[in-house]
């Protein structure tokens, strides 16, 4: 039995394992398999809130998004992989007020590195890892509308 869904999972029930075993995926598993599938794709507000502060993107969740209601302090990466290259989409969105971005000081930029966002500016951070550091960090930063 096979079962596939739109998110590009596809479940064999006697399955070849990345250790050369093979077995049955139980129906817990296949339940595991999808939630952490749709985990990754699903939208995930990172930051709200009136406060300034520190935040940590998760490169195992595809699609994120950041409302800023405070000043950005720094921003780092977690789940960085050796073996994997992995990419995030973060949508950002500014409140009334005019806030500050801190990056990374390791990632490597496409264009230039911003600063801060305008009041009400929404922008595209897209960012890339081709290891397991910071410094193997590619990002983008583009605000919507500005594009050539």
């Known amino acids: 039995m096979t079962i596939k869904t739109s998110g590009e999972l596809v479940l064999e029930i006697a399955t070849n394992f990345a250790d050369n075993t093979t077995g049955d995926i139980s129906a817990a598993d296949a339940r595991n398999m999808f939630t952490n599938m749709v985990d990754s794709v699903a939208p ?8 300034s502060g520190a935040i940590v993107i998760d490169l195992n969740r595809s699609v994120q998004k950041i409302n800023l209601a405070g000043n950005v302090t720094g921003m780092t990466t ?12 973060v949508r950002v969105s500014g409140d009334g007020s005019p806030r500050g971005l801190v990056f ?3 990632w490597q930029w496409l264009g230039t590195k911003p600063s801060g966002t305008l009041a009400n500016e929404v922008a595209f951070l897209s960012i890339t890892s081709f290891g397991p550091t910071e410094s193997e960090i590619i990002a ?9």
């Not at 995930?44 to 406060?51: A, E, L, N, V, Y």
């Not at 983008?140 to 500005?146: C, D, F, L, P």
Request: hydrophobic residues 30%.
């Open 44 to 51: 995930q507000d990172i930051h709200t809130g009136g406060t």
């Open 78 to 89: 977690i789940n960085r992989d050796a073996d994997l290259s992995k990419s995030v989409k």
């Open 104 to 106: 990374s000081d390791s």
């Open 140 to 148: 983008a930063y583009e605000v919507a509308g500005s594009g050539a």
